[in-house]
Structures are given as C-alpha cells and as structure tokens.
C-alpha cells in the first residue's frame, strides 16, 4: 500500500517530516532512499525533530556514520553512504545499535537491502520539476497503519 505525498516547498517537506516523526515509536525503522542532493538527511532532521529532538541538533552523519539524538526515545540516524560493502555493517555494529531501543532513520540503506530488517518504512524520496514526491513505502502492519495516519494528519492540516 504505497502512499505518495508531495512537497512542493521545503516547509511542507519540513511538515511531513514532524508528522512522521510525531507517530513514531520505539523499535520504528525508517529508511530514505534517493539521489544525493535529494534531501533525505532534510527530511531526517524534521523526523527527528518530531521525534522529540530538539531543533538543530540532528545533523548529517555521512562522516560518523551514526549519529544519537535524545528525543522522546533515543533516535539513531545512520548515514550509509560512504560504505562499500555489507560486511561493514557488521564493524559498525549496525545489527547492535539498530537492534536496541529507540527509532531508526536510515540513509541510503538500499545500498544493503540484505541487511535491512524485512519490517520497516520505506521512503523514496524524488526530486521533481516543482518540488518533491515522498513515497511511503511500508512492509508490515505497523507501516502500513503508520501511513495511514500520517494521510490523515498530513491531509488534515
């Protein structure tokens, strides 16, 4: 049951962003998808900072790898892009740290898909001529009952 939203500027992306990341709760999984400059560690901050954390704090993990924010439960954002191989997963401790309490927001985890748990929210993010296209993509029931309620916040405001 893929849901499509779009944003034609960065303060509806933003809102999308805190919709999300108000619904979520421990154990989440969300993915990003999308070219580079497509916006996905945007989009991660307005998650995390519905998730609680407090604005500006979340920032761009592509040189840690993983950042931990302190949100309502600890938000981990993993930024996988400059790995090579699954295998570095592992070294990272990517099945601990995604293991334990709290939401995950994972950038450019597609890149693994086999190490991604089977459960989780999918968004492909897609840079279009006025804006952009969020494509929810969920695996599971959580997911699934997760966008719908984000529709019906997003469509309600």
């Known amino acids: 049951m893929e849901k499509n939203f779009f944003c034609p500027e960065p303060q509806a992306t933003e809102k999308l ?7 979520l709760k421990t154990g989440d999984f969300i993915r990003l998808e999308g070219e580079l400059g497509a916006g996905k560690t945007a989009f991660a901050q307005a998650v995390a900072q519905g998730a609680g954390v407090a604005p500006g704090t979340a920032i761009s ?14 938000v981990r954002h ?24 709290g939401i995950n927001i994972v950038e450019w985890g597609g890149r ?8 989780g929210l999918v968004v492909k993010i ?20 997760l966008c719908r309620e984000v529709e019906r916040a997003y469509i309600g405001h």
């Not at 962003?17 to 619904?23: I, M, R």
């Not at 840690?64 to 439960?73: H, K, P, S, W």
Request: aromatic share 16%.
């Open 17 to 23: 962003g805190l919709l999300l990341g108000g619904l």
């Open 78 to 101: 993993f930024d996988l892009f400059r790995l090579e191989s699954a295998g570095e997963l592992d070294f990272i401790g990517f099945g601990h740290y995604s293991g334990e309490e």
């Open 112 to 119: 693994f898909p086999e190490a991604m748990p089977e459960e």
């Open 61 to 74: 993990p592509t040189f840690n790898i993983m950042n931990v924010y302190a949100g309502r439960v600890p």
């Open 126 to 145: 897609t840079v279009c001529q006025d804006g952009r296209r969020f494509s929810f993509l969920p695996a599971g029931a959580r997911y699934e009952e």
